[in-house]
């Protein structure tokens, strides 16, 4: 059923459809060992026409930046950004000397690119680049990612988005939300699934999973087999959809292979892991080599 849901075995072959499975998705990364400014790569669930169009999606802010999942870049709809920032921001209550100088910077002279905020301020770009990677955690920054240039614009994000509001108070209800969406994709998820995809703490998700199953917007318990997690209540009882054989390659940022990250550091801990294989539903394998930015050697 996952594989369904996924578009993995029917992949989208529209615009509409691509927007749809997007909503379903979401934040979605860029692939891992790609070129820099790379738009959302859903890995196998999408024809070739539809990937060559997610570039004007992001022209068209229908799909933008930010950093979610475990602090990294990823986009979600435009219309859903409220719900995923709160979901996912981490608060920054008291800036460092470098974050308050850039911030200032980019809130009184923005837009500004990494260069321009490098010569106005007098910081290095060592100094500059994780300033704004953690205010852009915390949704103080506004990066605005439309094509593949290198030095793009920071914009601050309560003039650019003034319609979102990020509150602290507002973190569980969002984040139900979201891991409603997730499970409605993923169909079973494990604590250690949802963890593992989400970066939150286990005792915020162990509180938020309790409050859902006493209102009955989750259901606990088994799918197959003696593997404990959660499902929605529409998908029980689940029933088996026939399966012709399969084997998906994905990448390391890939939706389904971040919610089983655990689990694939036990099993290739070891290796040094291009892309992760998806055989008839199942981890089963790893493509294996060497890659950097850079003279390259591919050992098996």
């Known amino acids: ?26 934040p979605a990364s860029t692939a891992t060992q790609a070129r ?17 169009g997610v570039d004007r999606l992001r022209a068209d802010r229908v799909i933008v930046k930010g950093r979610f999942l475990h602090r990294s870049v990823g986009y979600v709809l435009a219309k859903d950004f409220s719900l995923y920032a709160n979901a996912f921001c981490r608060p ?35 100094r500059v680049m994780p300033a704004l990677h953690r205010l852009q955690e915390a949704f103080a ?3 605005d990612q439309v094509d593949d240039e290198w030095d ?15 509150d602290e108070s507002r973190w569980e209800s969002c984040a139900a939300e979201v891991l409603c969406r997730f499970l ?5 998820a494990t604590m250690e699934n949802l963890r593992d995809w989400s970066g939150w703490p286990a005792k915020r998700l162990t509180t938020l999973l309790g409050e859902l199953e006493t209102v009955g917007t989750v259901v606990p318990g088994p799918i197959r087999g003696p593997v404990e997690g959660w499902t929605l209540p529409e998908d029980v009882p689940l029933e088996p959809r026939e399966l012709s054989p399969t084997v998906f390659m994905l990448h390391k ?7 089983h990250r655990s689990e694939l550091k036990r099993r290739f801990g070891d290796h040094e892991v291009l892309r992760y294989l998806l055989i008839d539903g199942e981890f089963l394998g790893a493509v294996v080599g060497h890659w950097r930015i850079g003279p390259y050697d591919i050992e098996d």
Do not use: C
């Open 184 to 188: 409605r994709g993923h169909v079973f």
């Open 141 to 143: 920054v506004y990066e």
């Open 92 to 126: 920054l209550p008291h800036l460092s000397d470098t974050q308050r100088i850039v911030l200032d910077a980019v809130t009184h002279q923005g837009p500004m690119t990494p260069r321009q905020i490098k010569e106005e301020t007098g910081l290095l770009n060592k």
């Open 253 to 259: 940022a890939d939706n389904l292979v971040r919610s």
């Open 36 to 52: 820099p400014g790379a738009p959302p790569d859903l890995s196998s669930r999408t024809t070739s026409i539809v990937r060559n």
């Open 1 to 26: 059923e996952r594989l369904h849901r996924h578009r993995l075995i029917d992949p989208v072959g529209s615009q509409d459809a691509y927007v749809e499975l997007f909503a379903l998705l979401q």
């Open 152 to 166: 793009r614009a920071w914009y601050d994000f309560s003039s650019e988005w003034p319609e979102i509001q990020i």
